[in-house]
């Protein structure tokens, strides 16, 4: 009989002690892994948000002083700025530019003339599956042979409820230059405005 207890009670000591083990693991899983996991999953999101914000302002800023010195330069040299009329080959850029997106929609809003330069302005909003998409497309944009300058630009990121994917959505202006030295007018030119404030 002693025999038996002295077994019972060394099975319950290693039954006790893997119950322990168990309980600092599953304590260790919910108290201290899952809540790093998590705060390094934000934190990296967060960080990829804050690198596009980057991105977007260091774009804007170079784009603007290139822009600031070939206006400078030129009077609209035919050789930094495509002729007008551009649009097809500019749409072109973009839906090649955009064929990694999920979706996208694209709205040419107006077009505005100053002399012999042209603003083609237009609005763009797509979906892809993550940050390092979105900048890609908007490096090929702006990196494009075609004058581009990036306007606002927002972001939304979640997750599509319906297949349970993450996406990003990026909402943004902007604007194609063309010049009219070489450029043939056409029905859709728009009155000279430095002639009309002239």
Avoid: H, W
Wanted: charged share 25%; net charge negative; with cysteine.
């Amino acid at each position: 009989m002693k025999k038996m207890d002295k077994a019972i009670k060394a099975r319950d000591v290693v039954l006790i002690f893997f119950a322990m083990i168990v309980l600092v693991g599953l304590a260790y899983y919910r108290y201290v892994y899952e809540p790093t996991t998590t705060q390094i999953a934000e934190a990296n999101k967060r960080r990829d948000e804050l690198e596009l914000e980057v991105m977007q302002a260091q774009g804007k800023v170079s784009q603007l002083q290139k822009m600031q010195d070939e206006l400078d330069e030129i009077g609209m040299d035919a050789d930094r700025m495509e002729s007008y009329n551009n649009a097809k080959a500019e749409i072109s850029l973009l839906n090649n530019c955009l064929m990694d997106a999920n979706s996208y929609n694209i709205s040419f809003t107006n077009l505005t003339r100053n002399g012999n330069q042209i603003r083609r302005n237009f609005s763009l909003d797509f979906t892809t599956e993550n940050f390092e998409s979105a900048r890609r497309i908007l490096t090929k944009l702006t990196a494009s042979q075609y004058r581009c300058l990036l306007g606002d630009m927002s972001y939304t990121n979640g997750v599509d409820s319906s297949t349970g994917e993450s996406f990003v959505n990026i909402s943004l202006t902007a604007t194609f230059y063309e010049t009219m030295v070489g450029g043939t007018p056409d029905a859709g030119l728009p009155i000279d405005s430095s002639v009309v404030a002239g």
